[in-house]
Structure formats: structure tokens, C-alpha cells
């Protein structure tokens, strides 16, 4: 099964509001890491928060974690067009041959102007 | 854009052809990865590579065979695929091939079309 599931698979905005999408976990974890696609293209590293932080922000993007229920969720405020695009969140494990990421299966966002 | 270059961009084959895809990565790393996406299924992990060994393969079926002559350069020689293999397969890379925290960069990825 697989380790990431993001909710909900797909978003329908305006600009200017906010996006909100979760992601819950199975396994404990050493950090958390939220990606964006956009169509077709290679993923980007957003933000990343470590299972000893409960939020983070960057710039537009806030992120939380909570350890006990197993699951994250990424805040974009004031969405614009180009924040269309798929976002992932992945879970780090660590193990002693190097660092693994799970993804999960992703959420499309779509920011209508 | 992110120093991660994937060759070809789009690829169409045949299931009796070989042939191989290629990455590089421009950023210094130590780690290389092979995911593959297909529609409707979450990003899988294909091949792990640290400091050149292959530390993880993730039950790949052996008609992929990955090849990584050095850290800047990652392959996946592909031979009798399945039409059921096309997928954007993505390469990355991240800087410590050990324990840590670890970003990925990501290549753009090529397109696969099995016929």
C-alpha cells in the first residue's frame, strides 16, 4: 500500500483563494516533503518539514504536520494561475543504505483566473 | 532549470527494440534515482544509485536494466518492453547518498510510448 495519499485528488479554485490538500501516512517518518509537477514536466521540491516540526512557510506556502495522526497539510494562499499544477506529498524514511522517498498518488490543482 | 537533463525527451518503441535513456545531472550529487509515473498511479520507485551502487532496486522486471558508469550519469537500458511500461520515467538526484536530509532534483523526464 502505498505510504502518501493525498486528499483531495483533484481542486478547482479562483485566484486569489486559498488551496488546501492533505496527506496521510502510514509509517513513522523523518521528514515530509511537499513537490509540485506541472503537466507532463519533472517534479520541484517545495518545502520540507522535519517530524520535530508541527508547521513551516514558505513564502505563500504554509505546511503542517502532526506526527500522531500521521498526516500533513499544505496551504497555498492567494493561488494564482500558475500554481496550477499537480502537488505531491512524499515521506522520507532513512535507512542505512541512503534516503528513500514514498510519494503518494498527488492532488490536481487547477486556479481559474 | 534544475541541472537534471533527461535524453531523449519522447521515445516510441516497439515491443522487440532496445534501447536506453539517459540522465545526467549537473549539481554535484552523490544519489540517483529511476521513478516511473503512469497515468492514475502514484510516482514508483524503480532504481536507488549512492556513490555509483545500486542500493535499491524496487522489483523492476529485468527488461530494465539501469547502468550508472559514474555519479553525474544514470541509465535504464530498456529491451522487450510491454505496452503496459509506457509512462513518463523520471530521473533525480540529491546531494548526500547517506542518512539525512534529502531534497530530489528532477530531470523533466521522458516520455515512453510502447507499441
Known amino acids: 500500500s502505498q505510504q502518501g495519499e493525498e486528499d483531495p485528488q483533484a481542486l478547482s479554485i479562483q485566484e486569489g483563494e486559498n488551496a488546501t490538500m492533505n496527506c496521510s501516512y502510514k509509517?513513522?517518518?523523518?521528514?515530509l516533503q511537499w513537490y509540485r509537477q506541472n503537466s507532463g514536466r519533472g517534479l520541484v521540491h517545495l518545502i520540507l518539514?522535519?517530524?520535530?516540526?508541527r508547521e513551516k512557510h514558505s513564502g505563500r506556502l504554509r505546511v503542517t504536520l502532526d506526527t500522531s495522526k500521521k498526516s500533513s497539510s499544505l496551504l497555498i494562499t492567494a493561488s494564482r494561475a500558475a500554481d496550477t499544477a499537480s502537488y505531491f506529498c512524499?515521506?522520507?524514511?532513512?535507512?542505512?543504505?541512503?534516503?528513500?522517498?514514498?510519494f503518494g498518488g498527488g492532488t490536481r490543482v487547477l486556479v481559474k483566473p | 532549470e534544475t541541472g537534471v537533463t533527461q535524453t531523449p525527451r519522447h521515445l516510441v518503441m516497439g515491443m522487440t527494440n532496445k534501447k536506453s535513456l539517459k540522465c545526467e545531472q549537473h549539481?554535484?550529487?552523490?544519489?540517483m534515482y529511476w521513478y516511473k509515473q503512469s497515468a492514475k498511479k502514484p510516482l514508483e520507485l524503480m532504481f536507488v544509485y549512492n556513490f555509483k551502487e545500486q542500493t535499491e532496486n524496487n522489483s523492476v522486471p529485468s527488461r530494465f536494466s539501469p547502468e550508472c558508469p559514474n555519479s553525474s550519469h544514470l541509465f535504464l537500458h530498456l529491451h522487450t518492453l510491454q505496452p503496459e511500461d509506457s509512462a513518463l520515467y523520471l530521473c533525480?538526484?540529491?546531494?548526500?547518498?547517506?542518512?539525512?536530509?534529502?531534497?530530489?532534483?528532477f530531470g523533466p523526464g521522458t516520455r515512453l510510448t510502447v507499441l
Open positions: 549539481l554535484g550529487h552523490n544519489a
Open positions: 512524499a515521506t522520507a524514511q532513512f535507512k542505512a543504505a541512503g534516503n528513500k522517498l514514498t
Open positions: 533525480a538526484s540529491s546531494p548526500r547518498g547517506s542518512r539525512g536530509e534529502d531534497t530530489q532534483y
Open positions: 509509517t513513522s517518518i523523518n521528514n
Open positions: 518539514i522535519r517530524s520535530n516540526e
